[in-house]
């Protein structure tokens, strides 16, 4: 009798957690493309030799019977100088994150990439004694077919931006899924393409009862990048991803999306608003996990009781 409110309590029940898998540090000079650093210094802090602080943060959608992780980190391939160099202090973090969340790496059930820089999915994959295996053994792997191609070939640019070890390895273990088209690749996830980063970025936009959550990873890659200018100086297409971001944010403005920011320090959410054609931090939001809980069991107990109400006297 209880079926269909249980069926419908899996179907419409979403929680989101943060996960962090790190931090690394940046030259304030990569970090921007068109302004004095004097000025992105006022707005995101910058320490010792002009290094700012960047978070490597992944989200957890548990929705229905699918626990979905979105981003991987940078896992533990790299050498000493490497981890040193980019601030690295431990390639661990996300297992930590994991097991203090209450989930196991098998439960894993999808691993969403947005995109291949080795920042992102390289922690996808882990070096054992003996060799490659896939960190999360149940997961499908998902990302962008064109992104995924334009990694096999990239560019002198971008190259060292890709660990072609750990990507073949995932293409090897045939459990990695290229998307082509857009819409809705989970119940109440959708997927967009961007290209202005890399060719082929795909962002989750995750819908729950009454909001919208997007992971804007290389789009937005943190709350100072909201201005229009403020783009960092890795991204492939400049100018697409100034066109792609303007676009992005006023409708994020106008539908009040929740933005999560993977690599932002400081600020892990936040929306914006639209000022006489200026888009600029409205709210800065954390934690959200509670907020999304409570907004959706209000729904699925109003929903359950009245399906309970008629299932005994209806
Ligand atoms: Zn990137």
């Not at 030259?27 to 068109?34: E, K, M, R, V």
């Not at 160099?85 to 297992?95: A, I, P, Q, R």
């Not at 273990?173 to 819409?183: A, D, I, T, W």
Request: overall charge neutral.
């Amino acid at each position: 009798m209880l079926a269909i409110p249980i069926l419908l309590l899996l179907l419409i029940f979403k929680k989101i957690s943060y996960l962090q898998a790190g931090k690394i540090v940046l030259n304030i000079l990569a970090s921007l493309y068109i302004l004095f650093y004097v000025l992105w210094g006022k707005i995101y802090p910058s320490g010792e030799n002009n290094f700012t602080k960047l978070a490597l943060r992944c989200l957890l959608v548990e929705s229905g019977d699918r626990k979905i992780l979105i981003e991987t980190g940078i896992g533990n391939h790299y050498r000493e100088k490497k981890l040193q160099n980019n601030g690295v202090t431990s390639v661990y973090e996300l297992e930590k994150s994991l097991i203090k969340n209450g989930i196991s790496s098998d439960e894993i059930t999808d691993v969403f990439l947005t995109h291949l820089h080795w920042d992102h999915c390289t922690g996808a994959v882990k070096s054992t004694d003996d060799g490659l295996q896939l960190t999360f053994q149940n997961a499908n792997i998902w990302c962008g077919k064109t992104q995924w191609e334009h990694a096999k070939v990239s560019n002198i640019r971008e190259r060292t931006a890709y660990h072609r070890e750990a990507l073949d390895f995932m293409f090897g273990s045939g459990k990695l899924n290229r998307v082509e088209k857009e819409g809705e690749l989970f119940h109440g996830i959708e997927v967009r393409f961007f290209d202005g980063h890399t060719p082929g970025q795909m962002l989750p936009f995750i819908r729950t009862a009454d909001k919208t959550f997007v992971y804007t990873s290389g789009l937005v890659p943190t709350a100072a990048n909201i201005s229009l200018l403020w783009i960092a100086s890795y991204d492939l297409d400049p100018v697409k991803v100034m066109e792609e971001k303007q676009a992005f944010l006023v409708e994020a403005a106008e539908k009040n999306y929740n933005l999560f920011f993977e690599h932002d320090y400081y600020t892990e959410c936040a929306t914006v608003k639209n000022k006489e054609s200026r888009i600029k931090v409205k709210n800065i939001l954390s934690p959200i996990c509670i907020e999304v809980l409570i907004s959706d069991a209000q729904i699925i107990n109003e929903v359950a009781w009245v399906l309970i109400f008629y299932q005994l006297f209806g």
